[in-house]
T-cell receptor
């Protein structure tokens, strides 16, 4: 079945450095790829998403890139700050199953050291 | 707008007991979902609904039942709780972008 692999599982960076999280997916028909941020004890919240008709999308310090040929997409956070510390989940739309459903990666715990 | 709400926030059950988790949304979404979140496992879909009166199985449906009698509500039931169902349960609504509730932390002893 469809699955999403996310790497790394943990990532520690110094404040001000960049962080990159990568995900690979299996369903070539998928065309929607969101990223969620979950702070400790809180609910997941969408921070950025990308559709297959674009290769990159930016929103201030965060950006997502998509390579449909290689079936992978990445989250880039620049100038990291302590408040960026959280667990980040990538996901793909389960196009081959039920559209609208998302398949999530297992998450990346990002720690930003001041 | 309250968004997505869940009750209760915490619950402790004994093995074999039953309970129902309630999810409510005020965004008029057709799609609603129940996930469980376990350490290192990400978010796994239990059941989902594409509209009032419909339900479908997700990735890990065994031991759970759901009902969607009203568009704004999605109920998750555990008929006979087991320790393996100790988890944090999240409800969500929306198509593509999903809005999550605050979660229910369930412990089964």
């Amino acid at each position: 079945g469809e699955n999403v692999e996310q790497h790394p599982s943990t990532l520690s960076v110094q404040e001000g450095d960049s962080a990159v999280i990568k995900c690979t997916y299996s369903d070539s028909a998928s065309n929607y790829f969101p990223w969620y941020k979950q702070e400790l004890g809180k609910r997941p919240q969408l921070i950025i998403d990308i559709r297959s008709n674009v290769g990159e999308k930016k929103d201030q310090r965060i950006a997502v890139t998509l390579n449909k040929t290689a079936k992978h997409f990445s989250l880039h956070i620049t100038e990291t700050q302590p408040e960026d510390s959280a667990v980040y989940f990538c996901a793909e739309e389960n196009y081959g199953g039920s559209q609208g459903n998302l398949i999530f990666g297992k998450g990346t715990k990002l720690s930003v050291k001041p | 707008n309250a968004g997505v709400t869940q009750t209760p926030k915490f619950r402790v059950l004994k093995t074999g007991q039953s309970m129902t988790l309630l999810c409510a949304q005020d965004m008029n979404h057709e799609y609603m979902y129940w996930y469980r979140q376990d350490p290192g496992m990400g978010l796994r879909l239990i059941h989902y609904s594409v509209g009032e009166g419909t339900t479908a199985k997700g990735e890990v449906p065994d031991g759970y039942n759901v009902s969607r009698l009203k568009k704004q509500n999605f109920l998750l039931g555990l008929e006979s709780a087991a320790p393996s169902q100790t988890s944090v349960y999240f409800c969500a609504s929306g198509y593509n972008e999903q809005f999550f509730g605050p979660g229910t932390r369930l412990t089964v002893l």
